[in-house]
C-alpha cells in the first residue's frame, strides 16, 4: 500500500440505465465499450494507467498532472463524436491510496470519491476540471481551444474552483 499525488481522469456514460433501455443490454454495453476503449487508448498515449471500470464509470490514473491534463484534453476531443454514447469527463488531482487487490491496482480515498462525484454531477458532453488537476497555468485550456468558466468548487475543499466545459 503506498499513499501519494495522483490525477484521476473519470469518464462516466451519463444515464446508463436509460441507455440500457433504449437500446437493449448487449447494444448499450457495446456502446459503452467504445467510449471506455476510448479512454483506455488516452490513457497508454499519456503515460497512465486504467484504473478500473463499472457499468457507468470507467476511471485512469496519472502521476504526473501533465499528462493528465493532455489526456483529458485529447479525450474531451475525441468525444465530439456524435456517434458515441453521452457522457461527461472530470479530472481532479489530491492524495489517494494505492494497493494491490487480487493482483490488481486499486485506488482509494477522498481524490478518488471527488472526481467520482464531480463525474456524477455532470449533463451529457460537460468536462469538469478541477483547481488542484489544472495547478495556476490556464495556457493549456486556452491552446485547446476552449474558454474556461471557473465556478467554486466547495466540496473539493475551502479555496477550490472549478472549470466546466459543455459542447
Known amino acids: 500500500m503506498a499513499v501519494g499525488q495522483l490525477s484521476f ?3 462516466r456514460v451519463v444515464d446508463h440505465l436509460g441507455l440500457i433501455e433504449r437500446q437493449g443490454d448487449a447494444a448499450a454495453l457495446a ?3 467504445k467510449a471506455f476503449d476510448r ?3 488516452v490513457t497508454e498515449q499519456h ?4 484504473a478500473s471500470s463499472s457499468m457507468e464509470f470507467a476511471m485512469a490514473s496519472f502521476e504526473r498532472p501533465g499528462d493528465a491534463l493532455a489526456a483529458c484534453l485529447a479525450l474531451w476531443r475525441t468525444l465530439d463524436d456524435a456517434t458515441l454514447v453521452e457522457t461527461s469527463v472530470a479530472l481532479h488531482r489530491g492524495p489517494a491510496v494505492a494497493t494491490s487487490i487480487d493482483d490488481r491496482m486499486a485506488y ?3 481524490t478518488v470519491a471527488r472526481t467520482l462525484e464531480l463525474a456524477h454531477e455532470l449533463a451529457p458532453r460537460q468536462l469538469a476540471l478541477s483547481s488542484a488537476a489544472l495547478g495556476d497555468d490556464l ?3 486556452a491552446r485547446a481551444g476552449v474558454t474556461p468558466e471557473l465556478l ?6 475551502p479555496s477550490a474552483w472549478c472549470v466546466r466545459l459543455a459542447r
Do not use: E, N, Q, S
Open 9 to 11: 481522469l473519470v469518464l
Open 31 to 33: 456502446d459503452t465499450i
Open 39 to 41: 479512454l483506455h487508448t
Open 47 to 50: 503515460h497512465g494507467r486504467f
Open 108 to 110: 482509494y480515498g477522498r
Open 139 to 141: 495556457g493549456p485550456l
Open 152 to 157: 467554486p468548487a466547495p466540496r473539493l475543499g
